[in-house]
């Protein structure tokens, strides 16, 4: 006469050192996707491209690549402030016309898509760490 297996519980055929390695999996999984959602909660924070929003006067930071920039608007005075925007020119498409005759010009940044053009005309930022008047330093 055959045996009938208990139902649920341990099944003999897996030994402690299976059941401890499939536990350890499972748990990786869990803090893997544990980790997918947060990141895909909680993100890299502040990745837009502010370049559209820079008005002549304001400072930034390329907290992208050279040939893919993408500003992030600082205070002048922020020690990450690097460039200083002498003009914005939202009817320009050609960067090396646009800041011709604006005095100072170091750089510039042009940009298009989604139906918006514009040339950023830039300058090393003087103001770069430095505090503003009327701010007093504390010890």
Known sequence: ????PPLGGLNASYTPAQIRRNRLVFLCLILVLTGMVAFWALGPYETKDQSP??????????????????????????????????????????DTLACSDVPGTTGSLTQSGSGKWFVVCFKGNDEKGKEQPGTARSR
């Open 1 to 4: 006469m055959s045996e009938i």
């Open 53 to 94: 929003t820079l008005k002549a006067g304001d400072c930034f930071q390329n907290t992208g690549t050279d040939k893919e920039a993408k500003a992030k608007k600082l205070d002048c005075t922020d020690p990450h402030a690097d460039y200083k925007v002498l003009k914005m020119d939202e009817n320009a498409v050609v």
